[in-house]
């Protein structure tokens, strides 16, 4: 399972007053229980970094999971970033988080994923410091919230045997992804809901349709009830998009194209967006996914909070975020449920299509000994 290591000593490291004494950096590969198919292609495993960030009596867990064509970062490099990163802070004292975010971004352009692995950790760490949960620094608190789960591409059965697996643990709304085949995914998008029980239902296409297929797809999607229509375009075709949410009545949701409060602004004056879906891992960790959903909340747009194939670690730190913010209306977070052993236990627990956050400080994640 661990495929790669790496410990390095600190000194003379704080982070808001808290000593740093080591760091330790983990690339993991764990098999999925089944392969995940979007439009963007397939995911076979799962290769997350894990930084550990240890002080005198507490250790911060943090991860980082990519999907090199959302991100641009691919597992092997993802690990090196955060290994760059934690070294870069020997010797350092930084006053408090919004430092540590300078510090991050002044280290490398981009690398989303590496920079959120070492933000998730600073949480951890300083929330065991001061006894208390991610939520209650956040401002938020420990709720219970419901979660879509996922169905990947496939064929009309396999679909349909996935959407009786999720009923029968009582899954209360569903994501299809689409985006390959625009006549197959009708196909399919109608056959999963006149099988539905009350469940709701959105689609998601990782951007793999051009206008025409978006705009025939949209309409079967109104006809059918659909929540939303997620990223039917290409990140940056704004213009597209403000035309689709003209020719279609279902709203649309982004999210390849929203990693920044910046981004948000850009879908509001481009009339592109009817919703944003943010992610830690585009977003550089908890503090800059708080501030793109804070730029949300400003001008009224709703939000998701979604996540990549992760552990339990990386979705409990999106479950604070998303109890911390009024203005999100929906979690994607089962990105858990695709691993075939669990790095780590705790964080959350999936209970009759909730995610209930566990009690504890930090995360309250806990490593399992026997998966690593």
């Known amino acids: 399972m661990i495929l790669q290591k790496y410990h390095v000593r600190l000194k003379g490291t704080s982070i808001s007053g808290i000593g740093i004494g080591s760091a330790t950096v983990y690339l993991l590969g764990i098999p999925l229980s089944e392969p995940f198919v979007i439009s963007l292609g397939?995911?076979?495993d799962y290769?997350?970094?894990v930084v550990e960030l240890n002080?005198?009596?507490?250790t911060g867990y943090g991860e980082g999971s990519t999907i090199a064509q959302i991100t641009g970062e691919v597992p092997w490099a993802l690990y090196e970033s955060v290994?760059?990163?934690?070294?870069g802070l020997n010797g350092k004292a930084i006053e408090d988080m919004e430092g540590l975010s300078h510090y991050l971004d002044a280290s490398m352009y981009g690398n989303p994923v590496a920079k959120n692995a070492v933000d998730i950790a600073t949480h951890d760490l300083i929330c065991?410091?001061?006894?208390i949960s991610i939520s209650a620094l956040l401002g938020g608190s420990m709720k219970k919230l419901p979660t879509s789960y996922t169905i990947?591409?496939?064929d009309v059965e396999s679909n349909l045997r996935e959407l009786e697996n999720f009923q029968k643990i009582k899954v209360r709304i569903i994501k299809v992804k689409v985006g390959t085949d625009v006549k197959a995914d009708i196909q399919r998008v109608r056959a999963i809901s006149s099988r539905l029980q009350g469940e709701k239902f959105y689609v998601d296409a990782n951007q793999g349709y051009d206008l025409r297929d978006a705009v025939t797809l949209g309409k079967v999607l109104s006809d059918e009830g659909a929540l939303f229509f997620e990223q039917p375009l290409g990140r940056h075709d704004w213009n597209a998009h403000k035309e689709l949410r003209e020719r279609i009545d279902v709203p649309i949701t982004l999210d390849e194209s929203i990693s920044s409060p910046g981004d948000v602004i850009e879908a509001i004056l481009h009339g592109a967006a009817d919703m944003i879906n943010v992610k830690l891992t585009k977003s550089g960790g908890i503090r800059g996914a708080s501030k793109t959903l804070i730029t949300a909340q400003a001008y009224g747009i709703k939000a998701m909070v979604g996540c990549m194939i992760e552990s339990k670690l990386g979705i409990a730190a999106s479950h604070a975020v998303a109890s911390s913010f009024d203005n999100v209306a929906y979690t994607d977070l089962d990105g858990f449920q695709s691993i075939s052993r669990q790095p780590f236990?705790?964080?959350?627990e999936f209970v009759d299509g909730f995610n209930i956050p566990v009690n504890g400080n930090g995360m309250a994640v806990r490593k399992l000994a026997k998966n690593w």
């Open 128 to 131: 065991k410091e001061y006894g």
């Open 83 to 87: 290994k760059h990163l934690v070294i």
């Open 345 to 348: 236990g705790g964080g959350v």
């Open 42 to 44: 397939t995911q076979n």
């Open 55 to 58: 002080s005198a009596s507490n």
């Open 152 to 154: 990947p591409i496939g």
């Open 47 to 49: 290769n997350g970094v």
